[in-house]
T-cell receptor, first 112, second 111 residues
Framework: SQTIHQWPATLVQPVGSPLSLECTVE??????LYWYRQAAGRGLQLLFY??????ISSEVPQNLSASRPQDRQFILSSKKLLLSDSGFYLC???????????FGSGTRLTVV | KQEVTQIPAALSVPEGENLVLNCSFT??????LQWFRQDPGKGLTSLLL?????REQTSGRLNASLDKSSGRSTLYIAASQPGDSATYLC??????????FGGGTRLMVKP
């Protein structure tokens, strides 16, 4: 069966520090991968998606970047965090959306 | 641009009531619609997936309907329980196979 892993679960980082969040998927090949952010009291915002290794599309210009170094690995990064980067980050995968989307357990990021 | 609206934003009911959560979307050209549940501080759990060609899907006490032409979906929860307390999110899979989420309905079921 397919599973999705996200880590860390919680993270507290100072302003200006770097960020690396990792997401991996097991049990499937060539999935579409997504990074979403959920800010406090707000809806889910699509940040990046990838349809293959090295292929990244950005939905919102911001302080973050994403990379897909392997087929089932998706990484969200920042060189210098801002206070506004605080939020709940969710990774998701799908097979072209036809069978729905599966989300990871999320990372709670607090920038202080 | 697809817009998804969920009504009501919050709902508090006594245990045992039957509930209806509403979701509307502006662009009827969708592939499917998915209902999720989110507990506080947790990820999203998929409840039901309805393909655009389907009218409804059922899982246990949950039933979701889809009227694509009118841009509406409802999630029906029968005999609500305190364990059903959570935020329920509707998401539409449309152009470019991208999910667009509604703002959610925060449900509280009181014992």
């Amino acid at each position: 069966s397919q599973t999705i892993h996200q880590w860390p679960a919680t993270l507290v980082q100072p302003v200006g520090s770097p960020l690396s969040l990792e997401c991996t998927v097991e049990g499937t090949s060539n999935p579409n991968l997504y990074w979403y952010r959920q800010a406090a009291g707000r809806g889910l915002q699509l940040l990046f998606y990838s349809v293959g290794i090295g292929q990244i599309s950005s939905e919102v210009p911001q302080n973050l970047s994403a990379s897909r170094p392997q087929d089932r690995q998706f990484i969200l990064s920042s060189k210098k965090l801002l206070l506004s980067d605080s939020g709940f980050y969710l990774c998701a995968w799908s097979v072209n959306g036809a069978y729905g989307y599966t989300f990871g357990s999320g990372t709670r990021l607090t920038v202080v | 641009k697809q817009e998804v609206t969920q009504i009501p934003a919050a709902l508090s009911v006594p245990e045992g009531e039957n509930l209806v959560l509403n979701c509307s979307f502006t662009d009827s050209a969708i592939y499917n619609l998915q209902w999720f549940r989110q507990d506080p501080g947790k990820g999203l759990t998929s409840l039901l997936l309805i393909q655009s060609s389907q009218r409804e899907q059922t899982s246990g006490r949950l039933n979701a309907s889809l009227d694509k032409s009118s841009g509406r979906s409802t999630l029906y929860i029968a005999a609500s329980q305190p364990g059903d307390s959570a935020t329920y999110l509707c998401a539409v899979n449309g152009a470019g196979n991208m999910l667009t989420f509604g703002g959610g309905t925060r449900l509280m079921v009181k014992p």
